[in-house]
């Protein structure tokens, strides 16, 4: 897929640098970079759902239901297990 952004010159510069210094193409540099990204905001969410669920003050009796709930959507949307 093709994407085109707008970066500062110095994080250009630096993915430029990288990129030669492994190897390899900006592109795929950029795309490792998106794909980290992607994940760490994924493990985020799912730690804060997982918080939001575990961290109220009174039990619920469908807490455990919605917990199991919430955990297989955040599996199914993953790339690894949670």
Not at 1 to 26: G, K
Not at 29 to 36: D, N
Request: glycine share 6%; proline share 4%.
């Amino acid at each position: 897929m093709r994407l085109t952004v707008t970066v500062p010159d110095d994080v250009a510069d630096q993915a430029r640098q990288l990129a030669t210094e492994s190897e390899r193409s900006v592109s795929s540099v950029v795309a490792e970079a998106i794909a980290g990204h992607v994940a760490t905001e994924r493990r985020r969410r799912a730690f804060g759902a997982i918080d939001a669920l575990v961290g109220s003050a009174a039990p619920d009796p469908n807490g455990a239901a919605q917990f199991d709930a919430e955990l297989d959507a955040l599996r199914a949307g993953s790339d690894r297990e949670l």
